[in-house]
Nanobody, 121 residues
């Protein structure tokens, strides 16, 4: 089993920045993909950013150029630096991890508990 714990959410004004961090513990040796999903009230959950052990990264179009995902495999962490935040970025952000190279919402193996990000206008 893998346990994911997020930190770093909060309230920020539009244009501001936040950094989310996620630490994995437990049986982390086989983890490949790690990343972040978000879900706003009344909206579908969407993949924000993902990084895998092959070095591939993927970003949601809406966050490209503003968000950066980074991993430290030695520490089993994945961070999401969010710049130029917009009110539309308001959501619960959840860390996700999988032994495969992708994070597909329908079968992600491990989820964090989620952290609220609120961007005020």
């Amino acid at each position: 089993q893998v346990h994911l714990v997020e930190s770093g959410g909060g309230l920020v004004q539009a244009g501001g920045s936040l950094r989310l961090s996620c630490t994995a513990s437990g049986n982390t040796a086989n983890i490949n993909a790690m990343g972040w999903y978000r879900q706003a009230p009344g909206k579908r959950r969407e993949l924000v950013a993902v990084s895998n052990n092959g070095g591939s990264t993927h970003y949601l179009d809406a966050v490209k150029g503003r968000f950066t995902i980074s991993r430290d495999n030695a520490k089993n962490t994945v961070d999401l630096l969010m710049n130029s935040l917009k009110p539309d970025d308001t959501a619960v952000y959840s860390c996700a991890a999988d032994t495969g190279p992708q994070l597909l919402a329908t079968n992600v193996e491990y989820w964090g508990q989620g952290t609220q990000v609120t961007v005020s206008s």
